[in-house]
């Protein structure tokens, strides 16, 4: 079995800083690309950012220059520092991972539960 728990979510004044965690667990081989995802209400889940195990990274538009994403490959943790939020960026966020399952030796995507990011204007 795989979890990734997401920590860190909470509300914030527009101009303020968070910091999301996620952490990986279980039966779990290797991790490939590692992402941040979010969904605000009554809209589709978009990409935020992701980071391969290279520490190659990438953002949505609408991030960039604000937010950071990092990891740490031998703890299995990513983490995605959040500057300067906006309104706009009120959603639930969600951490998700591409990586080889060490029983079933298959590679798939895995969720966290998701944390709740709320920007009060």
């Known amino acids: 079995q795989v979890q990734l728990v997401e920590s860190g979510g909470g509300l914030v004044q527009a101009g303020g800083s968070l910091r999301l965690s996620c952490a990986a667990s279980?039966?779990?081989?290797?991790?490939?690309?590692m992402g941040w995802y979010r969904q605000a209400a009554e809209k589709q889940r978009e990409l935020v950012a992701t980071?391969?195990?290279?520490?190659?990274?990438n953002y949505a538009d609408s991030v960039k220059g604000r937010f950071t994403i990092s990891r740490d490959n031998a703890k299995r943790t990513m983490s995605l520092q959040m500057n300067s939020l906006k309104p706009d960026d009120t959603a639930v966020y969600y951490c998700?991972?591409?990586?080889?399952?060490?029983?079933?030796?298959?590679?798939?995507?895995?969720w966290g539960q998701g944390t709740q990011v709320t920007v009060s204007s």
């Open positions: 998700n991972a591409n990586l080889l399952h060490s029983t079933s030796w298959t590679y798939r995507d895995y």
């Open positions: 279980g039966s779990i081989f290797s991790i490939n690309d």
């Open positions: 980071i391969s195990s290279g520490g190659y990274t």
